[in-house]
Every structure is written in structure tokens, then in C-alpha cells.
């Protein structure tokens, strides 16, 4: 049978890691990638029995990268900080990595519960991120600094697996905006060669609304649906108005004093 690699990418996530590797430890390896976390993330993994490499964060494409070379089985999957393996996913794995005839990669979907709701439209489920389910060897990230893409060494078509894992993208209002200006700070670098003004970054800010809250029929996930469409049109705007301020070379500075009116 083929043995199972584990990763999970983490930082400052004490509150959630705990749960997040009790829901693998099925597998043969657990590698948590860290970042020189400040809040003891490390040292839970450690007691539970994971690797944690350290590992300089200079975006999530090299991030993972990194957490690829790190592990050491035959088939390699990909867990975040803020998801769960559910029983089901896991057992399904299992059956995947056992069958001579597999795949050589499988996306996995996940179901999101948010402010107290699963959500079921809004692009949240099934939403896939890059493939978590792999041989090593059949798979690496390009080297964006966030909402990585990823490159395929395999001529094997992608699979899907049938059984969902759990995500919990944030504990509270707080942790949307917190994650709406880290990754717009991000994504402003992505686009900085683009012709961009205060206007574009304007329409796309309500492209991205209508397209959850309406055309992805969030509005039938409640209040829940209105605020991750809102906060798609947060994390877009600032996303295309910190790359217009890029450009320009804007910062803050001392003002000068203003002209007095005659």
C-alpha cells in the first residue's frame, strides 16, 4: 500500500491546528510548514506528532513549494491551516493511494461553514482550490505570491473525489477584513503591469459582488452570502487600488501646507 504525506501550511493558527491534524492522523506523515509562528502553533503540531519545517515566507507559491520538497511518501495531500479531513475524504484517500490504476492527481471539493450556516452557493460549494490530492512528483506551484496556480508533470487527466473536506475560513468579521488587506496587499503585485486606474479598481470591486451575491446566488446563503460577497468587493477594490498606488509610487508624507483663500 502506498503511503500518505500530509501537509499543512500555517501561521499564528494555535486556535485552529489542533483540530486541523487530529482530523489526519490517519496518514504516515504530517509536515507542518511554518513561518516562525509567535503563538505557540509550532509546538502544538510538534506534541502531536507532526514535522514542522520553518520556512521564510516570501509568498504561498514558494510556500508550498517548500512544502512539497519536505515531504517524503509517494502520494502527497495538501491541507490548510483552517480545513478539516473529514472521515469520509479520508477513507476515500485511502482507496485512491491503494489502487494501482489511480489517477496521478484528484481535486478535492469543500464545504464552508460561515457565521454559524453551511453555505451552499455564493462559489463556496463545492469550490476547489489547486488539486490536494497527488503523487509526489506530479505536481508543483507556480510562484505567485497568493491564489497560487499550479503546474501539472503528469499527462493523466485531473480527478475528482466524491467526499468533501470541511473549511472554516474564518472565526469571526474581524478575520474577513484581516484576510481582505494581507491578500489584497499581495495581489496588488500581480497586477501592477496592468493599465489600472481609481475607476477600474471601482468596477471590478462591484464585478465581484454581483458575481457571488447574484450570479453565484449568494443571496440565497442569508446574511452569510452578503458579507463574503462584500467582502469580495473589499479584497478586489483594495487588491486594484493599492496596485493604481504601486504605480504611482504613492506613500504618505508630511503635507505641505495649504493655499489660503483670498
Not at 514558494?62 to 480545513?83: P, V
Not at 478535492?108 to 460549494?125: A, L
Not at 493523466?156 to 474581524?174: D, E, R, S, T, Y
Not at 503585485?189 to 464585478?207: D, Q, R, V, Y
Amino acid at each position: 500500500m502506498s503511503l500518505v504525506s500530509v501537509y499543512i501550511i500555517a501561521f499564528n493558527e494555535a486556535e485552529k491546528v489542533r483540530s486541523t491534524i487530529e482530523s489526519v492522523r490517519w496518514a504516515d506523515e504530517i509536515v507542518l510548514i511554518d513561518s516562525w509562528s509567535t503563538d505557540g502553533t509550532a509546538d502544538i503540531a510538534t506534541a502531536l506528532g507532526a514535522r514542522v519545517v520553518q520556512v521564510k515566507f516570501t509568498g504561498f507559491g514558494d510556500l508550498r513549494n517548500a512544502a512539497l520538497d519536505a515531504c517524503t511518501h509517494d502520494w502527497i495531500f495538501s491541507l490548510d491551516a483552517d480545513e478539516r479531513c473529514t472521515p469520509e475524504a479520508a477513507a476515500e484517500i485511502r482507496a485512491i493511494t491503494s489502487n494501482p490504476d489511480a489517477l496521478d492527481a484528484y481535486w478535492t471539493p469543500r464545504r464552508n461553514y460561515f457565521m454559524g450556516r453551511w453555505i451552499e452557493h455564493s462559489g463556496w460549494y463545492p469550490n476547489y482550490r489547486q488539486p490536494q490530492l497527488f503523487r509526489k512528483g506530479a505536481l508543483r506551484y507556480d510562484r505567485q505570491p497568493v491564489h497560487e496556480g499550479f503546474e501539472l508533470h503528469t499527462s493523466k487527466p485531473v480527478g475528482h473525489m466524491k467526499n468533501a473536506v470541511w473549511q472554516f475560513p474564518f472565526k469571526n468579521l474581524g478575520e474577513v477584513v484581516h484576510k481582505a488587506n494581507r491578500y489584497s496587499t499581495l495581489g496588488a503585485e500581480k497586477i501592477m503591469h496592468k493599465k489600472l486606474s481609481m475607476g477600474s479598481a471601482l468596477t471590478h470591486g462591484l464585478w465581484a459582488f454581483v458575481k457571488h451575491y447574484v450570479f453565484k446566488r449568494g443571496f440565497l446563503d442569508g446574511w452569510a452570502g452578503f458579507v463574503i460577497a462584500l467582502g469580495n468587493f473589499e479584497g478586489t477594490f483594495y487588491r486594484y487600488a493599492k496596485a493604481v498606488e504601486m504605480q504611482k509610487g504613492a506613500h504618505w508624507r508630511e503635507p505641505q501646507a495649504p493655499a489660503e483663500r483670498r
